[in-house]
Structures are given as C-alpha cells and as structure tokens.
C-alpha cells in the first residue's frame, strides 16, 4: 500500500508564488509517475501536471509558464512550482501516483489533498 502526503498549500494573493510538495512512503516500487490533480468548488477534478520517472512532463493549457513539475523517481517526492497565480488557480491539490506504461499512465493512489486560495 501507498500512502501520498501533501504539503504547501496556503492563502496568497494574486500574482504570488506558492510551492508544493509531495512525498510517498510504503510499497513505492512500482511508481513511476506522479502528479498534482485540482479541484475547485463546483469543478471536476483535473489533471495540472504529471511527471514520469523518465524526466517526461506535462500540464493543463492553464497553467503552461507558470506552473513547473518536478520529482525524484529515488525517493519518490514530487514538487509543483506555482508562480504568477491567479484567482481561478483556487483549489484543493491532490498529489497522484501512478504508473506509466508506453503512452498511457494511471493513477491509483492520492493524498488527501491540499488547499490553495488566491485572493485577487
């Protein structure tokens, strides 16, 4: 089993800077992908950035400049580097792992997530 624990979230104002962090413990051999997923009140859950062990990331056309993804397959730690946020940047993060397998990766197992409020 994995366990997937969250940290960084927090109030910022618009046009701030905020990093979070993720790091997984347990039976962590079989990861080989991890991600922050968002969800805002009212919104489904969506996928801002995912990473795999071989360096390969990608990102939600929103968040594309802004945002960077990074993560060490060793320890199995994931960061998301947030710049310039915006109001519509208000969620809860959840980090995601997974495995990644030619071009498909799925997730199966998320933190309990991370709430992020940027006030205008």
């Known amino acids: 089993q994995v366990q997937l624990v969250e940290s960084g979230g927090g109030l910022v104002q618009a046009g701030d800077s905020l990093r979070l962090s993720c790091s997984a413990s347990g039976r962590t051999s079989s990861i080989n992908a991890m991600a922050w997923y968002r969800q805002a009140p009212g919104k489904r859950r969506e996928l801002v950035a995912g990473i795999t062990s071989g360096g390969s990331t990608n990102y939600v056309d929103s968040v594309k400049g802004r945002f960077t993804i990074s993560g060490d397959n060793a320890k199995k730690t994931v960061a998301l580097q947030m710049n310039s946020l915006k109001p519509e940047d208000t969620a809860v993060y959840y980090c995601?792992?997974?495995?990644?397998?030619?071009?498909?990766?799925?997730?199966?197992?998320w933190g309990r997530g991370t709430q992020v409020t940027v006030s205008s």
């Open positions: 995601a792992a997974g495995t990644h397998y030619g071009t498909s990766t799925t997730y199966n197992t």
